[in-house]
């Protein structure tokens, strides 16, 4: 034993200890990485040994590694031996070590909770002080809910030094173990009023932080905060109980008034800083919420403003960077008490510190009135042309451009000017909000066109100074607005000449093509404006010329590769061409070449439509043909097949939805968008939920005659689904109709009975769901919805749809929408095919070439791209994975990065809503060459028409009868698979028997239908 | 308060104190994070930041720069009070502080932090308490120090 104890102590001498190796550390600069693993190496061997003061060495020194990054987690067993180990020199190391790698999944935690008692109830106040360190940062649920008693005995412990560090604990204890704090709360109370300062402070600070989360409970405690507050001298125990109050006082305003008065005397009366700003901050608050039933509190408000102007006025950065802060809060509800500070707040725009000159920014934006206006403004156009660092030069010009503008004519006039010279700065990244607020000024105020154009043509005829580095800034979208306004009223140019030939410089060719798009299509409407100025004046010399011009000039527009523009460009093109040989044979054409552009164009608003009165007689919800009686019409009742059940008929009566109805509904859908994680907060998207459909009527049906044909004829659009709802309920309802008509409908496969031609119904093919299951981001993106605050994940695929097609190939549509900022191109969608389903290429292409998604997102932009895939088996679901490269084009670097994703082709994704009727349906049935299988679902609490509903929408099914709490269905894959259900609910259970010629799909049909229901 | 990070000039961690559970990672990501924007900010400026829905108040001392994150309703003021409290307790500890002190010590630097902060919040506003308790707790090391020396030594000179 003795031998022992002397070989561990020799080898202790040749243990390099904490500072040898930071020294060591230190020494290695080069080979830091290497020394490091020779070094944990060395710990690894040093912890198999017996001799417990060699462990904590060891220990101690992976708390350091730990904390330059290193995993230690491996030695997390031996950080709890050194922490049970008698010594308090080793225990506190161990006790170290495990607060600072230990987290919530550290399995050795659970070992530790004996020790930890041990610990606690150690007669050593310090073992006890460090176990209760420690825990409170690797504290788990399960280490609350067993150590919850023992540190509840603490607080009551006779040294103050355990009591005020269990006092403490208790919030964390509280927050893993909330059924901890019922009990501990009398407790708890008491060490409120404790003799020691110190326990006293630590009660008003767990329970101030409780307070701030459930305000509620702790009103009752009003009365002895109260008290406390009044007497207390400790600052940091004021500032605590004023918290307190802040967050008790919206739920009990007599309690705000009764605190207006010592909170005032407290800002007269003390010197520090921080409690100054805490009550300053708890006064607002209070008048805030009590904003009405308050007469006398402009008293207050003007002693906060008084304060607040003191911190701003102060030499210190942080005191001017809190008082304005602070100013902000008052600003938004007693704004007159902050306007007469100005002067103070325009100087510090001043300030050499750019958080202080956002903050008074932030303060002005909110100050604006008519009377200030125009000297707010003068000053930030002088401050915008010294502006340095970007952000704030970007807040600058947000705030010029969104809150300035006000309604009288001469405002509007310097906001013109104003707009044009912001574009004269580079490095914005608001061209987008300037174009659109240029446009929307022009088009209100007839007052001021002739000045916009006039500003806008100057613009124009200077694009080519801006252009540099016009397209990398974002600052070109001004010039579609400038293209526009002087063409659409080009009345009012002077040299509409000169205007016409700057926009048709070769440089415009540089631009982006929608912007160019707009170019040519002005420049043809400038033509005419020239063409009658010079016909007016009976120059024909000069009108020739000016064509001669357009000639020359557009066929490099021609060329273009943005198809808009080409055909834009041809078209005026060669119109010019005629015109310009009736021109040679002196006839006038200018009146018709104007009529060409003739009408003025009106601001509309956005909901104009829904003002329009429907006219007398019209009914929209009428039947415009006669509805076809087809049930009545059937003279034999289907056979049950599924079951023995006496079946009636009964078809579903149509519901008529008020206006509340739809408002409801439109309410639950979008509930339910915000909870599926497949959506994009208020994107357009295709998925739509018909909880509250009332039948079967709001069953989406195909859509036929929107269909746009694309390259695969027959396909119909996706973004059909992106129309309005009412809109489309219109259209089914009609296409409903069209539909019941064709009531003799024909199947295909096996039933094969009818006559009515098939090839009309095969084009109709919904769009089907192909969702992204999991989407795996780049390394640092966050995952949902905090990814639009992140700017590395550039790229959201966020809705996958596939359209099905003849039996073997998928469409998939995907938008692609940018969210980051910056610019993003040549995008190449790639999937790594599978045996069963492949990516259709190119000709020429290799099976692992990417396809290159034909078009670049700005910042802010979605598009959509579609793929065709071509599948064999439908019988089985697939997952096929995918990755979207891409290359990130920021201001001054481009990247190449990449997304990857998943596509999800379930099975119900190749099934085809097909109407089936009933004698259809049953001598499909009868024919007896279908497997048939079932499924049972447990808990389903919702009406059996939404049941239904959401059946027939997520799975793409039809209802083929329905009687009272059973109904049949129907549905084709598009290898012509018929799927027969039948549905049956009583008592919140769902059994669903279902037929099919295909054992496996079938299964796996019923499989995602309980998936379906399952999430619900 | 959610964290508090010490990190030389350099952008070199020097002790870091997490108050609220985070995985490794998450917990690696915000230091880079945190020390490049602090770094990148000018000595003139103030010592607030917003950054996510947390505030971070700075100082730098000499070459190093403690950095703390509250959350949205705690008093900056009282924040910069509590990190000059700390470097206060420090320098009276190792007698004028300088950054090699906490490197070296590092461990005593968070034993008095310890002592100082708890869960999070100020747990002693005293500083002469909290220099007591670890001037108390370092002698009992000693003594636990010179016991496991001793022993060994004695069986050596026999």
């Known amino acids: 034993m003795a031998l022992k104890i002397v070989k561990g102590s020799i080898d202790r001498m040749f243990d390099k200890n904490l500072q040898d190796l930071v020294r060591g550390i230190r020494n290695h600069k080069e080979d830091e990485a290497k020394y490091i693993s020779t070094c944990i190496d060395e710990i690894k061997q040093e912890l198999k040994q017996d001799n417990i003061a060699v462990k904590a060495n060891a220990v101690c020194k992976l708390t350091y590694l730990q904390m330059l990054g290193y995993d230690v987690s491996w030695a997390a067993f031996n950080i709890v031996e050194v922490m049970s180990s008698s010594k308090f020199t080793y225990k506190r190391i161990g006790y170290l070590a495990a607060s600072q790698c230990f987290h919530e999944g550290t399995d050795v935690i659970m070992l530790t909770t004996n020790q930890i008692r041990k610990d606690l109830s150690s007669p050593n106040q310090y073992d006890t002080g460090v176990a209760l360190t420690g825990l409170s940062c690797f504290v788990t649920p399960d280490l609350a809910r067993d150590l919850a008693n023992d540190i509840m005995t603490l607080m009551s412990h006779t040294k103050p030094y355990i009591r005020k560090k269990a006092v403490l604990i208790m919030y964390k204890v509280f927050l893993k173990y909330p059924e901890s704090l019922r009990p501990a709360f009398p407790r708890l109370k008491e060490k409120l009023e404790d003799p020691d300062p110190g326990v006293q402070s630590a009660a008003v600070n767990v329970i101030c932080e409780l307070a701030r989360r459930n305000p509620k409970n702790y009103l009752s405690l009003a009365p002895l905060f109260f008290k406390l507050m009044t007497s207390s001298t400790n600052n940091w125990v004021l500032i605590k109980i004023i918290k307190l109050f802040g967050a008790l006082t919206p739920l009990e305003p007599r309690l705000g008034k009764k605190l207006i008065e010592p909170l005032t005397n407290l800002i007269h009366s003390t010197s520090a800083m921080s409690l100054l700003y805490e009550c300053v901050n708890t006064v607002i608050a209070v008048l805030i919420s009590l904003s009405s039933g308050m007469p006398n509190h402009s008293a207050s408000i003007q002693l906060c403003v008084q304060k607040l102007r003191i911190l701003i006025e102060d030499s210190d950065q942080n005191l001017k960077y809190l008082g304005l802060l602070a100013m902000s809060k008052i600003l938004k509800t007693h704004p007159k008490s902050v306007q007469s500070h100005k002067d103070l707040i325009l100087q510090c725009l001043d300030d050499k510190d750019e958080s202080i000159r956002l903050r008074a920014l932030d303060l002005l934006y909110g100050m604006v009135s008519k009377k200030n206006l125009m000297e707010i403004v003068k000053k930030l156009m002088l401050h915008v042309d010294k502006a340095e660092g970007t952000t704030y030069r970007d ?133 005419a404006t020239v063409l009658r100025k010079h016909e007016g004046a009976t120059d024909s010399q000069a009108a020739q010329e000016t064509s001669q011009l357009l000639v020359e000039r557009l066929p490099l527009f021609v060329q273009s590769a943005n198809l808009e523009v080409q055909e834009r460009a041809s078209c005026i093109l060669q119109l010019v061409k005629y015109i310009q040989k009736l021109q040679q044979k002196d006839v006038e054409v200018a009146e018709e070449v104007s009529a060409l552009f003739a009408g003025e164009l009106n601001p509309v608003a956005p909901k104009a439509q829904k003002k329009v009165p429907v006219p007398e007689g019209l009914d929209l919800d009428a039947w415009i043909n006669e509805p076809p009686s087809e049930s009545e019409s059937e003279d034999e009742k289907p056979k049950a097949v599924f079951a023995k059940e006496e079946t009636k008929h009964s078809r579903p009566r149509h519901t008529e939805v008020d206006e509340k109805e739809l408002a409801r509904r439109r309410e639950a859908r979008k509930q339910e968008q915000a909870n599926n994680p497949f959506y994009i907060k208020s994107s357009p998207s295709s998925q739509k939920v018909y909880q509250d459909a009332p039948g079967v009527e709001h069953i989406p049906v195909v859509q036929i005659d929107l269909s746009v044909p694309l390259k695969v004829p027959g396909m119909p659009m996706s973004d059909q689904y992106l129309k309005l709802e009412e809109e489309r309920r219109q259209k089914e309802k009609a296409e409903k109709k069209k539909k019941e008509k064709k009531k003799k409908r024909e199947k295909h496969g096996k039933g094969k009975k009818h006559d009515s031609g098939p090839e009309s119904e095969e084009d109709i093919t919904p769009a089907h769901h192909v969702d992204i299951v999991t989407e795996e981001m780049p390394e640092n993106a966050l995952p949902s919805d905090d990814d639009d605050k992140d700017p590395n994940d550039p790229h959201k695929v966020y809705d996958i749809q596939g359209n099905l097609q003849d039996g073997s190939q998928v469409v998939v549509s995907v938008i692609f929408e ?24 190119p000709e020429g292409a290799g099976p692992h070439d990417g396809l290159v998604v034909p078009f670049q997102l700005p910042p802010g932009v979605s598009n959509e791209a579609r793929f065709i895939f071509s599948v064999q088996s439908i019988v089985m679901p697939q997952k096929l994975k995918g990755t979207l490269t891409f290359i990130v084009k920021s201001e001054d670097s481009s990247t190449h990065e990449k997304l990857d994703f998943k596509l999800h082709f379930t099975c119900t994704s190749y099934l085809i809503t097909t109407p089936c009727y009933s004698d259809a349906y049953a001598k499909l049935l009868e024919s007896g060459d279908l497997k048939s299988s079932s499924l049972r679902l447990e808990g389903v609490n919702m009406p059996f028409h939404h049941l239904l509903a959401r059946i027939c929408f997520h799975h793409h099914f039809s209802v083929v009868e329905r009687i009272d709490s059973c109904a049949s269905m129907y549905s084709r894959s598009i290898q012509g698979h018929h799927v027969c259900l039948l549905v049956k609910t009583a008592d919140q259970t769902v059994s669903i028997d279902a037929k099919c010629d295909e054992p496996s799909l079938l299964g796996n049909v019923l499989d995602e239908i309980k998936q379906t229901f399952s999430q619900c | 308060m959610q964290f508090m990070l010490l990190f030389s000039r350099q952008g070199k961690l020097r002790l870091q104190k997490w108050y609220v559970p985070l995985s490794d990672k998450e917990k690696k990501k915000i230091t880079r994070e945190l020390v490049q924007t602090v770094l990148a900010r000018k000595p003139k400026m103030c010592s607030f930041l917003e950054w996510r829905d947390l505030k971070i108040v700075y100082k730098r001392y000499a070459s190093l720069y403690f950095c703390c994150a509250i959350e949205d309703q705690d008093n900056e003021l009282i924040t910069l009070e509590i990190i000059h409290r700390y470097v206060e307790l420090l320098d009276k500890y190792f007698g004028s502080v300088c950054e090699l002190d906490i490197i070296f010590n590092f461990e005593k630097a968070y034993f008095i932090l310890d002592e100082f902060l708890l869960g999070g919040e100020a747990q002693e506003t005293s500083k002469k308490n909290v220099l007591k308790a670890i001037e108390q707790a370092d002698l009992l090391q000693e003594v636990n120090y010179s016991l496991s020396l001793s022993l060994p030594h004695a069986v050596f000179m026999v």
């Open chain 1, 818 to 841: 940018n969210k980051s900022d910056s610019f993003l191109k040549s995008m190449e969608f790639n999937v790594l095919d599978s045996l069963n389903s492949k990516l259709q290429r």
């Open chain 1, 395 to 527: 807040e600058l010009q947000h705030t010029c451009n969104t809150k300035l503008c006000n309604c009288s004519t001469l405002i509007l006039l310097r906001y013109i000017s104003i707009l044009v010279e912001l574009t004269r700065l580079e490095g914005t990244r608001h061209g987008h909000l300037i174009a659109s607020q240029m446009l929307d000024v022009a088009i209100r105020v007839k007052a001021i066109r002739a000045f916009a154009v006039a500003q806008m043509a100057m613009l124009l005829d200077n694009a080519h100074l801006l252009t540099g580095n016009m397209q990398r800034n974002g600052i070109c979208e001004v010039l579609y607005a400038a293209a526009w306004i002087c063409g659409e009223f080009s009345e009012h140019l002077e040299d509409p000449n000169q205007t016409l030939e700057a926009m048709l410089r070769p440089k415009v060719a540089t631009l982006p093509g929608h912007i160019q798009a707009v170019y040519v299509q002005n420049a043809a409407k400038l033509f």
